[in-house]
């Protein structure tokens, strides 16, 4: 039994040596920083960051989701809040606008 938890750790180690990922030390922790662990897009937090009548455009060069659109963030905060917004694609399909209403 102990030769297998030994091939099973260096296996481990094998993995983790060709991984970036890595024990790290306070130091650079504090030099990379660091986030809260509730992460927020970047469109979900301009569009609560909006007023009425404002119109964000998020191009397609900066949206990162494969296979999806804002609207989906649209749609969620639509239904989750008391904030209204309309979606809209751009007519050179550059990219999409998203416009306050409520």
Known sequence: MALHCTKASS???????????????IEEVNSIGTLPPAKIHWVRAKMLEMNVNEILLVLRSEWNWTNKTPNVIVQDIN????????????????????????
């Open 79 to 102: 239904n989750k809040s008391d904030k209204k917004f309309e979606f809209l694609q751009a007519a050179d399909y550059s990219g999409w606008f998203i416009k306050r209403l409520l």
């Open 11 to 25: 296996l481990n180690q094998e993995i983790m040596a060709s991984r970036k990922s890595r024990i790290v030390n």
